[in-house]
């Protein structure tokens, strides 16, 4: 699944600190839905919490494909991180200049 395009439907009227999504392809998935959550959290910053469910399309690759999700999603966040961190600190060095 590496380099793999996915097609997604984003619900348009999701607030600013949830996002509800569909792969509507590039997977071998169906009915599925996912929810993204931005939580702050108790020292300043934001927790994310992924929610998804789907049928796979071709029996017994569920747990395959969870797992792929799972770290696909994994590093994602960590790949938001950094642009935030970034994006942080870019802020910072704004305000002292």
Do not use: K, N
């Not at 910053?45 to 770290?71: A, D, M, N």
Request: hydrophobic fraction near 35%; glycine fraction near 12%.
């Amino acid at each position: 699944m590496p380099g793999t395009t996915l097609a997604l439907r984003v619900d348009p009227g999701a607030s600013h600190r949830e996002y509800r999504y569909q792969i509507v392809s590039g997977l071998p998935v169906r009915e599925h839905s996912g929810t993204v959550l931005l939580v702050d959290t108790d020292t300043g910053g934001t927790e994310i919490v992924l929610v998804e469910s789907f049928r796979p399309r071709i029996w017994g690759t569920g747990g395959y494909l969870r797992g792929r999700r799972e770290r696909a999603m994994i590093d994602a966040a960590r790949q938001w991180g950094q642009v935030a961190a970034g994006q942080s600190a870019q802020s910072d060095q704004d305000r002292t200049t």
